[in-house]
């Protein structure tokens, strides 16, 4: 304890700064997500099994960090280091803590905004009512598990803490690289992004590399259980923003033909008027508030 508050009792500055830098960026970075939603009023689009992997790994994420030996040690420290050191020591476990808040957010607006059957409307991709309370019951079922199982090895088994951190992390990034998976096939069903938001994998892609690059500088090796799960869903959600944006791409270029066959005397399809009423046109921009756009 004494050679770990030492080393941490003189922050580096920039180190710092950039820590900074990415808690702001991961706060801001699901902002278009929440928007999107309640712009919208409805999360038609997030598949169900995304939702509940992405809030169950989070739960991991944070328990991990929270629980790990080198996490506790730089929080003991803190009695003894000056303010500066112990939150630069600490920025670590706010970034996942509030990763962690920005992705429970994104479930309650799952939930609030679900989306509701209509009787006369055949709408097979719909999501059902059992599955959104099934989010919220294994989400919550969950936290509590992990709460209290962690609040044992940390009292009762502390020689065992680094263990159960291991499993947490490797738990997480389990499920973290399951999450993308259905909502990898929703999207490419629906062929549109609908509810998701293009603009938060924009910034969240790069974003997941950069901040497992700080956990790993933070953390160190032994701590790969903790930033080995953005590195693997930076990739996915690369995945994910290849297949939006070559859906939005597809779009445009059909509505600009019908446009123009509409211009030569045509009238446009249904699909076509659908996308004119939504406000998609050869000017709508990439970042576009509108349900057919990206966002």
Aim: charged share 15%; aromatic share 10%.
């Amino acid at each position: 304890m004494k050679d770990r508050c030492e080393e941490i009792s003189s922050p580096n500055v920039a180190n710092f700064v950039i820590s900074i830098i990415i808690l702001i960026g991961i706060l801001v970075s699901y902002l278009p997500q929440h928007i999107k939603i309640i712009r919208r009023r409805s999360s038609r689009g997030l598949s169900p099994m995304f939702v509940l992997l992405g809030t169950v790994s989070g739960t991991a994420g944070i328990a991990n960090i929270l629980t790990l030996p080198s996490s506790r040690a730089d929080m003991g420290c803190c009695k003894e280091i000056s303010t500066f050191a112990c939150t630069a020591a600490l920025l670590g476990i706010a970034q996942v803590g509030v990763q962690w808040t920005c992705f429970f957010f994104i479930m309650l607006l799952f939930l609030i905004f679900f989306p509701r059957r209509v009787d006369d409307v055949d709408e097979p991709d719909l999501p059902t009512w059992v599955e959104a309370v099934m989010v919220l019951s294994v989400s919550m079922a969950f936290f509590i598990a992990v709460f209290i199982a962690s609040v044992v090895f940390i009292y009762a088994q502390p020689e065992h803490l680094q263990g159960w951190a291991n499993f947490l992390g490797i738990t997480g990034t389990i499920l973290a690289s399951l999450q993308y998976l259905p909502q990898i096939w929703t999207t490419w069903k629906l062929q549109h992004v609908m509810s998701l938001s293009i603009p938060m994998m924009c910034i969240q892609t790069p974003g997941s590399f950069v901040w497992a690059a700080s956990l790993a500088a933070r953390v160190g090796p032994e701590g790969w259980s903790a930033w080995g799960l953005y590195c693997v869903t930076g990739c996915l959600q690369g995945v994910l923003l290849a297949m939006g944006i070559s859906f939005w791409l597809r779009d445009r270029r059909q509505v600009r033909y019908e446009s123009d066959s509409s211009l030569a005397g045509n009238q446009p399809n249904g699909h076509a008027a659908i996308r004119s009423e939504e406000g998609l046109n050869e000017q709508t921009p990439l970042l576009s508030d509108s349900g057919i756009g990206p966002e």
